[in-house]
Structure formats: C-alpha cells, structure tokens
C-alpha cells in the first residue's frame, strides 16, 4: 500500500496544530475560521461522537462536508461500527480518517478499507489512515497493524467533552511510541492540550496536536492560535 502524499506534507511541517472545531462559536464560525486559516493553521479537527462509543453526540458528515475551508479536514470518529460509515466521511472530504482501535472487532479491515478510499477534495492527496487509543488501551495493540496506519492518535483524556484536564501518563505513552515507531507513522496527541504543555508535548515527539477549547475559549481565537503555533517553534 502507497503511502498518501498527504502524510509527507504533514511530516515536513511537524508540529503542528489541528483546531478543534467543537468549541468554536458557530454563530461567527466562518469567520473565525479565515482568520485561523490566516494564521498559517493547516488542519481542523472534527470530533465526531455517537452517543453510543463515548457519551456525547457531536456532528456527521453533512457538517464535515458543509465546512467549506481549505484548512485539511481531520476527521476523528469515536463512533461504533465505523466500517459503515467510511464512504460518507470519505465524501464529505475528510483528508485524515481516525477510527478508534476499541470501536471495532475489525480494525485491520476498518484501515485497509480506507487504504482503498479516494480524497474527495484531490485524488492525488490520498487519505491519512489515522488509529485513536482511548488513555486505557495498551499501546501493543498497535503491532499487528503495523503497515496499515500512517498516523496514531493519543487520547489525553477520556472522549465525551472538550476542556477535560490532560492525563498526565499520556507523556510517557507518547515517548515510548515515538521510539517505536520510528518515522514509520505520525503521532498525534488529543485532549486537555494548553498553552502551558503543549511546547512539552511536541518535544515528546508529537506531529500533530489538537487544540479545541485553548483555542477557541475566551474571545481571541487568532491570538490563541499564534500563541499555541508560537509554543512550537
Ligand atoms: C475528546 C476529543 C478532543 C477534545 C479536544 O473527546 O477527541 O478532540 O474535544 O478538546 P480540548 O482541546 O478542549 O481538550
Ligand atoms: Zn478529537
């Protein structure tokens, strides 16, 4: 299986932010977004939950496809069964796809279905095959699927909300992974990031952080986004 040309452009411009849609004001959300996008922010963070995987029900397709942005669609599901919904995610145009490791009897066949799927947005980009670990999954269940994911997702909390406090093991879970896996995979950390850890965070080997409600709390989205993309530099 080819690796998506995505995944290159996202490592030569590690780290960085993924924004975490959930929080933002929607009222002005449009706005708020160009003003990110201005900011250099590549990727925006959809969480996508079910009522039923995690407690909260957030958003579908339709709100990943009406989101019209040129910021990367980072699409994570913490839904059952995400075999079936793949196709409709795939054209909303999500450019990264993460399934939950816990969600599926069939993980292995959840990423190679996606190792098949098209980019809605450009066919070329390919789509980043993306594997979440809730905070209490061994990070071995990751071996027998090597070669099927290009990036794995490290919850820092528990799924269900936004503005949950980081679980502080999750550093250490972040460096062993990192000197497993090598540059085979990108890594991203998810949940409780702040301006205060996340420099921390990225020197643990982190690619990609998402950030929901330090970015989009208070009135300043624009100046907490720089502040957070700054902490990485
Ligand atoms: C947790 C979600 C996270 C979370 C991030 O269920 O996967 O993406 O909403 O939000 P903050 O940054 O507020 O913890
Ligand atoms: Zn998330």
Do not use: Y
Not at 8 to 26: E, F, K, M
Not at 133 to 148: C, D, K, R
């Amino acid at each position: 299986m080819a690796r998506a040309p995505l995944v290159d452009r996202l490592r030569a411009s590690a780290p960085q932010i993924s924004v975490g849609v959930l929080t933002a004001d929607w009222m002005t959300l449009g706005s708020q977004l160009r003003l990110i996008e201005g900011a250099g922010v590549d990727l925006l963070h959809f969480d996508v939950m079910d009522g039923v995987f995690c407690p909260m029900l957030t958003m579908g397709p339709p709100v990943v496809a009406g989101l019209k942005t040129r910021l990367l669609k980072d699409v994570h599901l913490m839904i059952e069964d995400p075999l079936s919904k793949l196709d409709a995610f795939v054209a909303a145009g999500a450019d990264i796809i993460t399934v939950h490791a816990e969600s599926t009897r069939h993980s292995h066949r959840v990423l190679q279905a996606l190792g098949r799927m098209t980019n809605a947005n450009d066919p070329h980009r390919g789509i980043v095959r993306g594997i979440a670990l809730n905070p209490g999954t061994p990070l071995e269940v990751l071996e027998p699927l090597a070669g099927e994911f290009d990036m794995v997702l490290v919850l820092a909390v528990n799924p269900g909300w936004s503005g949950q406090k980081f679980i502080a093991s999750t550093c250490e879970r972040v460096k062993r992974l990192r000197e497993s896996l090598g540059d085979t995979a990108l890594i991203c950390v998810d949940g409780g990031v702040t301006r205060d850890n996340i420099g921390n965070i990225a020197r643990l080997g982190a690619d990609i952080i998402v950030t929901g409600s330090a970015v989009f709390d208070g009135k300043t989205p624009l100046e907490n986004a720089k502040a957070m993309q700054g902490a990485l530099r």
